[in-house]
Nanobody, 122 residues
Framework: QVQLVESGGGLVQPGGSLGLSCAAS????????MGWYRQAPGKQRELVAT???????NYPDSVKGRFTISRDNAKNTVYLQMNSLKPEDTAVYYC????????????????WGQGTQVTVSS
């Protein structure tokens, strides 16, 4: 059983900063790509940032230069530092990871966290 547990959401004023973290736990053989997605009310879930196991990050234009994704492989944790936040960044943020487990053979699956609310408002 693998779990992703997020923390760090909350309310912040426009232009402010907020940090999120997501820790993976369970019977983990290897964590491959990790990432963050978000979903605003009435909208589809969208990519916010991804990072490979080697630390190569990728961002869409909407957050590039404002958000930074990082990971600590020893702690099985991924982070998202969000700066210069805008009201349009308001959403539920979800952690995502491709994780390999050993169940007789190596099985790689996608896992999601429960989501954490980020609200940017004055």
């Amino acid at each position: 059983q693998v779990q992703l547990v997020e923390s760090g959401g909350g309310l912040v004023q426009p232009g402010g900063s907020l940090g999120l973290s997501c820790a993976a736990s369970g019977s983990i053989f290897k964590i491959r790509d990790m990432g963050w997605y978000r979903q605003a009310p009435g909208k589809q879930r969208e990519l916010v940032a991804t990072i490979t196991s080697d630390g190569v990050a990728n961002y869409p234009d909407s957050v590039k230069g404002r958000f930074t994704i990082s990971r600590d492989n020893a702690k099985n944790t991924v982070y998202l530092q969000m700066n210069s936040l805008k009201p349009e960044d308001t959403a539920v943020y979800y952690c995502n990871a491709r994780i390999s487990t050993v169940e007789g053979v190596v099985v790689t699956s996608q896992y999601w966290g429960q989501g954490t609310q980020v609200t940017v408002s004055s």
